[in-house]
Every structure is written in structure tokens, then in C-alpha cells.
């Protein structure tokens, strides 16, 4: 059986914080839907490759998890939580707390990015 040389904890933290830089700068939109249903629902598609012995495969599927960690931890960092739903509908937030973009306020354009705007709200402040 073929296998991956194991990664070690600097390696893989470098990768997963180069994953977070640039996903820092992406739009609250593009994180706001539930990462282990979207892996559930499209496993078929690659599940040749989550089955395979072939270490490229493995190479593939680590690089999975890791942006599924980075995705889980965008969301808790710009919503507060994971974000679960069921049916296209997302359910563990209050129903005064969803974002604005989620009510489908079609009349704005504007792209929110709170990651952006929490780094410069805090910036400077001691911790």
C-alpha cells in the first residue's frame, strides 16, 4: 500500500495559512453556505479519487480538507459559526442575525468583506 509521507504540523500550517491570506480577501458571500453538506452532496464526483491508493489522490484529498478547514474557519470568523442548512436553507442563525446578503437584497450590489473591515476596526488595539 502506497501512502503519503506524513506532513508535518509547520508544513500543513503553512499551506492552511496561505489558504486563509487569500480567502481573507474574498467576500462574505462566498463562504456563506454549509462546506460538509456541499462535500456530502458532490462525494460521488470525486469519490474515485477519495478511494484511489494512488499518492497524487491523497495529495488531492488532503488539499480537500484543508480548504474545507480553511472555509469552516472564514465562517466563524466573519459569521460567528459554522453555517449549517438543509433544504438550500440556512438554520442555525437568528433570524435577526443573518446577513444582509442572505435576505437577497437584490437592490444592492456592495460586497461585504468583515474580515477586511474587523482588521481595521481592531487594528492597533492591544489584545
Excluded: A
Amino acid at each position: 500500500m502506497k501512502s503519503i509521507k506524513t506532513i508535518s504540523p509547520v508544513t500543513l500550517m503553512k499551506k492552511l495559512s496561505k489558504m486563509m491570506t487569500q480567502s481573507n480577501q474574498g467576500n462574505d458571500e462566498d463562504f456563506f453556505y454549509d462546506r460538509n453538506q456541499f462535500i456530502k452532496h458532490n462525494y460521488e464526483n470525486d469519490s474515485d479519487t477519495y478511494k484511489s491508493n494512488d499518492v497524487k489522490d491523497k495529495v488531492r484529498v488532503m488539499d480537500y480538507d484543508l480548504e474545507t478547514i480553511n472555509i469552516l474557519i472564514q465562517q466563524v470568523l466573519r459569521f460567528g459559526r459554522i453555517v449549517y442548512e438543509s433544504n438550500s436553507v440556512v438554520y442555525n442563525f437568528p433570524k435577526n442575525e443573518r446577513p444582509k446578503f442572505y435576505i437577497k437584497d437584490i437592490f444592492s450590489k456592495k460586497k461585504t468583506n468583515t474580515i477586511k473591515y474587523n482588521m481595521n476596526k481592531y487594528e492597533g488595539i492591544k489584545i
